[in-house]
């Protein structure tokens, strides 16, 4: 007798307890979170290699190499801040491995130069000069040793491509090649793609030789800049050259509204793998920056953004009306972290009276012929004027005043006022009454003398008056004269 079984429900089992096993291992544990820690902590600087090819494609003509073709050049570029980076550079073939470049040393393994550009970049070349009629495939590895900023941990990364020598006698497209000279150090050459045929649209689209990188644009991020000033940065751009392979000119705009309409973006420079960018820093909003590129060959866009900080800059500390033989100060108010760059300077007819450097006082002490002058304080940061001169007022001290009257018996007494001073360190006093009846004598009351703040108050006693009416004005130590007053 034949047993019938159900081999589908058996299946179903399996499955079923597997399920549940893989339920069980996902559940997180509520008293353990920290494997969701570390993941949330992934390091935020690596390095990445701008291709993931190089590619040498070779005939043989009577025995010596052709080239056809020859892209020998790669750039290993750092993403992300860092205080310091070591690399180590390896090549391996049929799982033999050679150790090419290692902290700042080329190991000088033949055909490979490895050469430390600064700013974490390498720039990796395969020499044409070493090759040889053999089909090669070659892995390179990279890796990083990573200090970051203000730490002590250290954090690695890495990254690879891979190197193909390919011969092509049977290829089926007649390329124009060239003989290989080894006294000619061609990857020496700032055109990194070899272009033996003139015309490179005669290689259709499927040969693997026309490998399109991505591109990535990589700009400094926050552009840190004192408010109103001009700032400047190289945005490095890796996956094509700028020089010969853009479609259209890069296009540099701000991604959000701000009421600075000053930003004045300008394209200052474009290198094969750099566009330096400048403009004019808000006096407080940050901005946000776009930048788009086109590459010709495959109408592919890149874009990026970064950000303007403003880093604010306090209103210096000066008077806004000045006076003969009175010493100011003028403190220009710099952020000490800028000061190297910034001058500070008292311009008097247009021409600079004072200039000091850095953040330190200015002292200015005008003299009576200054005064109706043209006076302004700027600061310049690395000589361009911060915002906009100030005009400060170089004014005479005022005339003296008579300011009441006190009748005593037969004596009258007057209460003056006198500004300023005659020199430095020397006040201005009234110097002498004058009076229509000179038959009346004056005496000044020295004892009843009071220096204040921005006066000096004087009394004087006029001898032997009566009722009558006088006339009397003030004349001070500079030969100003106050109004006239009549009493009664």
């Known amino acids: 007798m034949k047993h019938k079984y159900n081999k589908t429900k058996g299946f179903n089992e399996v499955y079923f307890v597997l399920y549940l096993t893989a339920l069980i291992l996902i559940i997180p544990d509520s008293d353990n979170n920290d494997a969701d820690v570390q993941f949330n902590q992934l390091p935020t600087t690596f390095i990445k290699s701008e291709k993931s090819s190089l590619s040498i494609r070779l005939k043989s003509e009577k025995g010596k190499p052709n080239v056809v073709w020859a892209d020998t050049v790669n750039y290993i570029y750092t993403l992300g801040d860092y205080q310091d980076i070591k690399f180590k550079v390896s090549i391996s073939n049929n799982k033999i491995e050679k150790t090419i470049y290692q902290d700042g040393i080329d190991v000088n393994v033949p055909g490979f130069r490895v050469i430390e550009e600064g700013s974490g970049n390498l720039k990796f070349v395969w020499e044409l000069d070493s090759i040889k009629l053999i089909n090669k495939n070659y892995d390179v590895f990279v890796e990083a040793e990573i200090q970051q900023n203000n730490s002590d941990e250290k954090i690695y990364a890495n990254t690879r491509f891979n190197l193909n020598l390919l011969i092509i006698d049977d290829y089926p497209i007649n390329y124009t090649s060239t003989n290989i000279n080894p006294s000619t150090n061609i990857s020496d050459s700032s055109n990194e793609l070899l272009k033996v045929d003139s015309n490179l649209s005669q290689i259709p689209a499927t040969n693997p030789t026309l490998i399109l990188n991505d591109i990535s644009i990589v700009p400094d991020n ?109 403190n220009p108010k710099i952020p000490n972290s800028e000061s190297e760059y910034f001058d500070a300077k008292i311009i008097l007819n247009n021409e600079t009276f004072a200039s000091v450097t850095s953040n330190k006082i200015i002292e200015f002490t005008p003299i009576p012929e200054d005064v109706g002058k043209r006076l302004y304080f700027a600061r310049y ?108």
């Open 222 to 330: 926050p552009i840190m800049s004192l408010a109103l000033t001009r700032w400047n940065t190289k945005v490095r751009i890796y996956g094509l050259n700028l020089i010969t392979d853009l479609k259209f000119e890069p296009k540099i705009s701000i991604s959000n509204p701000s009421e600075f309409d000053n930003v004045d973006l300008r394209i200052e420079n474009i290198g094969e793998r750099f566009i330096e960018i400048s403009g004019n820093t808000p006096p407080y909003d940050e901005i946000k920056i776009s930048l788009t590129i086109v590459r010709k060959q495959d109408d592919l866009e890149a874009r990026s953004e970064f950000i303007v900080k403003p880093i604010p800059l306090s209103s210096p500390d000066i008077p806004t009306i000045v006076y003969p033989f009175v010493t100011y100060r003028f």
């Open 381 to 488: 940061f690395k000589d361009v004027i911060v915002g906009s001169k100030i005009p400060i007022k170089i004014s005479d001290f005022p005339k003296p005043e008579i300011s009441t009257f006190k009748k005593e018996s037969e004596k009258l007494r007057v209460f003056t006022k006198s500004y300023g001073y005659v020199a430095v360190g020397k006040n201005n006093y009234i110097d002498k009454l004058v009076l229509n009846d000179k038959s009346l004598k004056v005496n000044e009351l020295t004892g009843f003398t009071e220096t204040r703040e921005d006066y000096i108050i004087q009394v004087f006693e006029i001898v032997g008056y009566t009722n009558q009416s006088i006339n009397v004005f003030a004349v001070d130590l500079s030969g100003k004269k106050s109004e006239m007053r009549v009493y009664p």
